[in-house]
């Protein structure tokens, strides 16, 4: 049900055309600037659009039992917040880029340890940051901890490339148009599906 709960109506999953899976899936940031200008994606009054790149990768917590458990940790900017719309903050704030801050999923709390705000978390090649607590309305981001993308991308060592994009489409979009194109175009040659239908699966 957590799972089934991730997905939101209106958001867009983009993956690379051979992955299965978020975790599996790569794209180029040329890809992605590319992806997030097309019609149909929502921008805020400032004109940039909905698009939120990200980069989850597993590490291992310690949980409050003793056991380590593999955790995902999702690379992401600072709209993913308009993106995942059902993300609220209830301790704390936003992390900051490039100073390995991180923000916790409730349901990790009181499970692992470290994850309190205020805490210090060690994983990967370093130590992070606690400066935030997070609701996602019930789903499986709240099992998860969310840091700066840059952060992520040099503790995994996965050099300039993004694993996932999220589209938020504005009101009466045909997503089915903008899934073709995503396909269609050759600078971009990537498989998109609505959110609630990927985690469906």
């Not at 923000?103 to 309190?116: F, I």
């Not at 993004?162 to 050759?186: E, H, N, S, V």
Request: charged share 25%.
């Amino acid at each position: 049900a957590s799972i089934t709960e991730a997905g939101s109506p209106d958001n867009l999953i983009v993956l690379h055309d051979a992955a299965t899976t978020e975790t599996y899936s790569n794209m180029t940031l040329d890809q992605f600037d590319t992806l997030k200008f097309l019609p149909g994606i929502k921008h805020d009054s400032d004109g940039q659009p909905y698009a939120s790149p990200e980069l989850p990768v597993q590490v291992l917590l310690e949980s409050m039992q003793g056991g380590r458990d593999n955790i995902v940790i999702r690379g992401v900017l600072p709209v993913a917040q308009k993106v995942h719309d059902k993300l609220h903050i209830v301790e704390g704030r936003m992390f900051n880029p490039s100073v390995r801050e991180v923000m916790v999923g409730k349901g990790l709390h009181g499970r692992y340890k470290n994850c309190s705000v205020g805490s210090t978390l060690h994983f990967g090649r370093g130590d992070w940051k606690v400066v935030g607590l997070f609701d996602a309305g019930g789903s499986s981001f709240e099992s998860e901890v969310w840091a700066d993308i840059h952060d992520v991308q040099a503790d995994s060592q996965r050099g300039a490339y993004y694993a996932i994009a999220r589209l938020k489409l504005q009101p009466g979009a045909d997503d089915q148009t903008l899934i073709r194109r995503i396909a269609d175009d050759p600078r971009i040659n990537l498989q998109a599906e609505p959110e609630s239908q990927y985690y469906k699966d």
